[in-house]
């Protein structure tokens, strides 16, 4: 079993030597260390880390943000270690994987990220049918009417059928049916 340190040390950070102090007061054997400003900047060392854990290591940092990226990112990258049968702990953050407590937050905070990227996916199906259903009510407004279906209006209305009845029977939005009689009337 071995202990890994990572540490993301920004350049204005004020005390840049401390998550090295740290991590080696945690009896991390090795420690790689990233010179980064950025959440977005790349992280070469944090790749080597992650490489070099095998089944039974212990994967220690100071703070969960020094790994950067979102939350579901970092879960998922949790997750990763778990899967490679590897321990995770965040010295000032108080977790610590390797007891039960530290599993259990990881494993309910895994599934609630999951739990919302399903519900993202959801409201993209939503928002995508919504923009259907605006495409086709668009598509139907501009809707002419033939000859033989403004007939058909006509002989219903002179039976004295309401107008919003009549489009109805069409399948068409009133305006369109108005439009039309309007229209035809105008062409007479």
């Given at each position: 079993m071995a202990v890994i340190g990572y540490a993301r040390i920004s350049d204005d950070d004020p005390a840049p030597d401390?998550?090295?102090?740290?991590?080696?007061?945690?009896?991390?054997?090795?420690?790689?260390?990233?010179?980064?400003?950025?959440?977005?900047?790349?992280?070469?060392?944090?790749?080597?880390?992650?490489?070099?854990?095998?089944?039974?290591?212990?994967?220690?940092?100071?703070?969960?943000?020094?790994?950067?990226?979102?939350?579901?990112?970092?879960?998922?990258?949790v997750a990763g270690l778990d899967d490679r049968g590897v321990a995770f702990r965040s010295l000032d953050d108080g977790i610590d994987e390797i007891g039960p407590w530290g599993r259990f937050f990881f494993r309910t905070a895994s599934a609630l990220a999951g739990h919302e990227r399903s519900l993202d996916a959801e409201a993209g199906l939503a928002?995508?049918?919504?923009?259907?259903?605006?495409?086709?009510?668009?598509?139907?407004s501009r809707q002419t009417l033939s000859s033989r279906r403004l007939r058909i209006a006509r002989v219903l209305l002179a039976d004295d059928m309401p107008m919003r009845d009549v489009a109805r029977h069409l399948d068409v939005p009133e305006r369109v049916l108005r439009r039309g009689l309007e229209g035809r009337e105008a062409d007479q």
């Amino acid at each position: 079993m071995a202990v890994i340190g990572y540490a993301r040390i920004s350049d204005d950070d004020p005390a840049p030597d401390r998550q090295q102090a740290v991590l080696e007061a945690a009896a991390c054997e090795r420690i790689y260390i990233d010179r980064a400003t950025g959440r977005r900047e790349r992280q070469p060392f944090l790749v080597d880390a992650l490489t070099s854990l095998r089944d039974g290591d212990v994967f220690v940092v100071t703070r969960l943000d020094r790994l950067g990226g979102s939350v579901a990112a970092l879960l998922d990258l949790v997750a990763g270690l778990d899967d490679r049968g590897v321990a995770f702990r965040s010295l000032d953050d108080g977790i610590d994987e390797i007891g039960p407590w530290g599993r259990f937050f990881f494993r309910t905070a895994s599934a609630l990220a999951g739990h919302e990227r399903s519900l993202d996916a959801e409201a993209g199906l939503a928002a995508t049918r919504r923009r259907r259903e605006a495409r086709e009510a668009m598509s139907r407004s501009r809707q002419t009417l033939s000859s033989r279906r403004l007939r058909i209006a006509r002989v219903l209305l002179a039976d004295d059928m309401p107008m919003r009845d009549v489009a109805r029977h069409l399948d068409v939005p009133e305006r369109v049916l108005r439009r039309g009689l309007e229209g035809r009337e105008a062409d007479q």
